[in-house]
């Protein structure tokens, strides 16, 4: 996979210098716009993962690309961290998360997709999910070593399950793969990357942060329970939406195998994995909700962005 | 830090409201004494009897009000 397409000053600056053979410079750069700060950074966090073919792997801890991410990082942060309210969970723990996330309401694209979504509207989603889903669960596997031995276990045991239980022809990013094939859509890693809006981008890199800062490993963990808590039903809606669409069997088994495993896995996030976290270190506890809220809140600005076009067209 | 008993790993969860979670590979007859495997990890059973995917949880038990959910 290449480079993506730059959207603004500095990721044009720095795609540039990515690519070049000289030395890396040139990045002190303000970014144009968010979409221009989230193609930067989700192209250096990608660094991380697969990398690039016009990119030398040596870059991936390049100094002056690191300083970079470190700057986009922190203001993205900061503007996350700005957007949330700290709250206290009612006790015990596991069902005052629950009830945090079930409190939080926000606009349903599932609900769309279920019943008045056309043909063209659901290839479009599932292009823009296909950045996600094509490495479903690999953010919060960054997080796996930075845990007490508790919720490492409990983690391990949720991502046994989504990485295939052993066998690449469950592996969830692979089903996912499987189903934009079967749907005529291209299935290689970012083929739709230069389509996707920066809530997408957003959604993505705010995984990533999560997951590649230890110190940031509750937020990493409390994201991943709002995933899971808000994954069953939406994804029955959106299987029975594929359904009335006619889309190919193996893209509703995409929906059909989160309904069942995500009714479990809501329940080792929040009770076997969020629950031992803090138990062991109680004081992390304001991490986890600011990652949950941020979870359904970013979720929330993209299917609020998507309905509005969707209505407006 | 460990326990003085070592770490609770339990075979059976009973979620209060929610499933109840089995660790390991079993055979779970449902209502109509149909047998099903378990295929993953970790399996979360119907308790609230609301689900569309019998025996296994498929999260209804969260729009179920408070006195409904098991």
């Known amino acids: ?138 953010p919060v596997a960054w997080s796996v070593p930075r845990l007490p031995t508790a919720p490492k276990a409990a983690l391990m045991e949720l991502q046994y399950d989504e990485f295939g239980g052993g066998d690449p022809n469950r592996l969830h990013a692979h089903l996912f793969a499987l189903g934009l094939e079967a749907s005529g859509l291209r299935a290689d890693p970012f083929a739709y990357i230069d389509d996707v809006p920066a809530e997408i981008l957003e959604l993505n890199n705010a995984m990533s942060l999560f997951g590649l800062h230890r110190r940031l490993r509750a937020a990493s963990l409390g994201h991943l329970a709002a995933f899971e808590a808000t994954s069953s039903l939406p994804s029955r809606r959106m299987a029975q939406g594929l359904a009335r669409l006619e889309l190919p069997q193996e893209m509703i088994a995409y929906y059909e195998e989160h309904v069942e495993a995500d009714a479990v896995h809501e329940q080792l996030a929040v009770r076997t994995i969020c629950g031992a976290l803090v138990a062991a270190e109680p004081h992390l506890v304001d991490d986890v909700v600011f990652g949950a809220f941020t979870c359904l809140d970013l979720e929330d600005r993209y299917a609020q962005r998507m309905l509005d076009e969707w209505v407006a067209a | 830090m460990t326990p003085e008993h070592g770490f609770e790993h339990p075979d059976v969860i009973i979620c209060p409201g929610g499933p109840l979670l089995l660790r390991g590979d079993h055979v779970v007859e449902d209502a109509d004494g149909v047998a099903h495997e378990t295929v993953r990890p970790v399996s979360a059973v119907c308790r609230c009897g609301k689900s569309a995917d019998q025996p296994w949880c498929d999260g209804t038990h969260k729009v179920l009000a408070a006195r409904d959910r098991p």
Do not use: C
């Open chain 1, 1 to 138: 996979m290449l480079l993506p397409k730059a959207r603004g000053e500095l990721s044009e600056a720095l795609f540039d210098t990515l690519r070049s053979e000289s030395e890396v410079e040139g990045l002190d750069l303000r970014p144009t716009d968010g979409d221009d700060a989230h193609i930067a950074l989700w192209a250096m966090y990608e660094l991380h993962y697969a990398g690039f073919e016009d990119v030398d792997d040596e870059r991936e801890w390049n100094p002056e690309v690191l300083r970079l991410r470190r700057r986009l990082e922190r203001d993205f942060e900061a503007e996350l961290r700005a957007r949330h309210t700290a709250t206290t969970l009612d006790e015990p723990f596991a069902e005052g998360l629950f009830a945090y996330i079930a409190d939080h309401d926000g606009p349903s694209l599932a609900a769309h997709v279920q019943r008045k979504a056309d043909r063209e509207q659901v290839l479009e989603l599932l292009r823009h999910r296909s950045i996600y889903h094509l490495k479903e669960s690999d």
